[in-house]
């Protein structure tokens, strides 16, 4: 970030290549992963006694986050989404989502009939849940 100015001349003239020669370097594709211990974790056999460290080249993650901003743009722009897609759009995050849900519900439960809904990532929907008293609430 702090050498932009001298940097984003040449990246335009890099990816414009990209898209014009349909070309991707083969370089961009590879990525080294470091294993290191944890401090402090004495049993090596265990998964969780490491920490993953991947290095890959800053380049391609630019011209990925430029693509993703401008597919998200002109998805935005054209409409092409639902007003129900919450994943990998921008100003729509799992609030919103549950916030829908629990509208829904109510909607439903307001015209006297039953509601039923299957979550298969409660923990990713609730990150800071506290299981036993998820459990307790759904049995209520």
Not at 15 to 43: C, D, N, P
């Amino acid at each position: 970030m702090k050498c932009i100015e001298a940097l984003v001349d040449h990246l335009f003239f890099i990816f414009r290549a990209v898209f014009e020669l349909k070309v991707y370097h083969a370089g961009w594709l590879k990525s080294i992963t470091l294993v290191l211990h944890k401090i402090g974790k004495m049993l090596y056999n265990i998964a969780k006694s490491y920490c993953l460290i991947g290095l890959i080249n800053t380049i391609p993650k630019v011209l990925s986050t430029l693509c993703s901003k401008h597919t998200s743009y002109l998805a935005k722009k054209h409409n092409l989404l639902l007003t129900t897609q919450f994943g990998g759009r921008p100003g729509h995050n799992t609030t919103d989502a549950m916030l829908l849900v629990v509208h829904k519900i109510k909607s439903v439960w307001q015209r006297g009939k039953v509601a039923v809904a299957l979550f298969l990532d409660v923990q990713g929907a609730f990150p800071n849940m506290v299981k036993e008293q998820l459990i307790h609430n759904m049995r209520m």
